[in-house]
């Protein structure tokens, strides 16, 4: 995806975001985050996204340091404040990425081809996350996500995030995992040994556990949002049982 298309989507999914949470009480139960509460959920993106344009707005080289991270944050606001603190930071997010220039040199923490292009892409998907973890607490329905953004976003989870070398998904005999969207020509073979797991873009063959499904079922499975049932499973189920267990995303 292109960086305007990933700002727009960015853009779009805040304000779905915002809109979920303007309807649902702060002390209201998130379902797809157990142990947080609606307020939980919109201080942590809302810092998130604070933390995350002071890097480009500033042209960091390196991290913010913790007194750094509070200074971005400002002060906590209160349950009254708290959904237009959080459209103000969203809003603040969107103006500085779409300012960027494209040749922005500053710290990322992911593969990307470039500073600019990695805090658009993580941004959003960030986002778009945790707006389905807002629509779960509001109840209702959930918003549709586009296939191509779905697919960009499992590429992001299985190439960049569990492919490091911090990761917890290790198996002590080789497994291999095939994500295969429906609606989508990508596919994803990951290899979980007892190193870090490598991943083949467009692998196919024959694998331990294969996932099958739309690629917004698939992106949501992987992120913990769905349970295992919601997409086709063929072999051996285990395997997602031990990315449930594992696969936990680590941000820096």
């Keep these: 995806m292109e960086i305007h298309e990933l700002v727009d989507v960015l853009r779009r999914e805040g304000a779905l975001l915002a809109d979920a949470a303007a309807r649902t009480a702060p002390d209201a139960p998130v379902p797809t985050c157990p142990g947080w509460q609606l307020r939980d959920l919109l201080l942590h993106t809302g810092q998130v996204h604070r933390w ?11 991290p913010l340091d913790e007194a750094g991270k509070l200074a971005a944050w400002g002060p906590e606001p209160s349950d009254a404040e708290l959904v237009e603190w959080f459209r103000t930071g969203h809003g603040d997010l969107v103006a500085v990425l779409d300012a960027a220039p494209a040749d922005l040199d500053c710290w990322s923490f992911l593969p990307a081809p470039s500073p600019l292009a990695f805090w658009a892409r993580r941004q959003l998907h960030e986002t778009t996350v945790h707006r389905v973890d807002a629509e779960s607490a509001a109840g209702g329905g959930r918003t549709g996500i586009d296939p191509a953004v779905a697919a960009d976003g499992l590429d992001e989870l299985l190439t960049c995030f569990m492919s490091r070398p911090r990761t917890k998904l290790h198996s002590e005999s080789p497994r291999t995992l095939l994500v295969r969207p429906t609606d989508r020509p990508e596919s994803w073979l990951m290899t979980i ?10 692998g196919t063959g024959l694998a331990n556990c294969t996932v099958i499904g739309p690629a917004e079922d698939l992106y949501l499975l992987l992120w913990n949002r769905l349970p295992a049932d919601a997409v086709d499973i063929a072999g051996d189920r285990s395997l997602l049982d031990l990315w449930r267990e594992k696969a936990t995303v680590v941000w820096t």
Excluded: I, N, T
């Excluded at 040994?193 to 467009?202: C, F, I, K």
């Design 193 to 202: 040994g007892q190193d870090a797991p490598q991943v083949e873009r467009g």
């Design 52 to 62: 995350a344009a002071a890097h480009v707005k500033g042209g960091l080289a390196g």
